[in-house]
């Protein structure tokens, strides 16, 4: 999505919403960016998301309506993707849900703490 339409955003039900993605398609909880290298650009398509209907539930609609990006992902280049960060709205929908989702890592900070000098706050106790 185009950076003033994430600005825009502010829930995950917002989000969902704007641009009709139902639970079950992505739970959400983090983002990347995309910074378009200098030179030739990057070819997308832009327009208004879809509204969805849920599949046998047509009463269940998302309207969506929102600005979105579609690219192809294999003309993006690698160096110019962000780590992964978090959205600040978790990964649950409702309260009690589980957060833990089987091939989905959850965004943690993967430095050695051994590799830190012995007063760093995440080296812990020695």
């Given at each position: 999505?185009?950076?003033?339409?994430?600005?825009?955003l502010?829930s995950?039900s917002?989000?969902?919403r704007?641009?009709a993605?139902?639970?079950h398609?992505?739970?959400?909880?983090e983002?990347?960016?995309y910074?378009?290298p200098?030179g030739?650009?990057l070819?997308?398509?832009?327009g208004?998301?879809?509204?969805?209907?849920?599949a046998?539930h047509?009463q269940y609609?998302?309207?969506g309506g929102a600005n979105?990006?579609v690219?192809?992902?294999?003309?993006?280049?690698?160096?110019?993707?962000?780590?992964?960060?978090?959205?600040g709205?978790?990964?649950?929908?409702?309260?009690?849900?589980t957060d833990?989702?089987?091939g989905l890592?959850?965004l943690t900070n993967n430095?050695n703490?051994n590799?830190?000098p012995?007063?760093?706050?995440m080296?812990g106790?020695?």
């Open positions: 999505m185009p950076h003033q339409e994430f600005l825009k502010k995950r917002d989000w969902r704007r641009f993605v139902w639970r398609w992505n739970r959400n909880g983002y990347i960016t910074t378009v200098p030739a650009g070819n997308v398509w832009e208004p998301a879809a509204s969805q209907s849920l046998g047509p609609v998302l309207e979105q990006i690219l192809d992902p294999k003309h993006l280049h690698p160096e110019y993707v962000s780590k992964r960060k978090a959205t709205w978790g990964y649950t929908d409702f309260p009690g849900e833990q989702f089987p890592p959850k430095v703490p590799l830190l012995d007063n760093h706050p080296r106790k020695k």
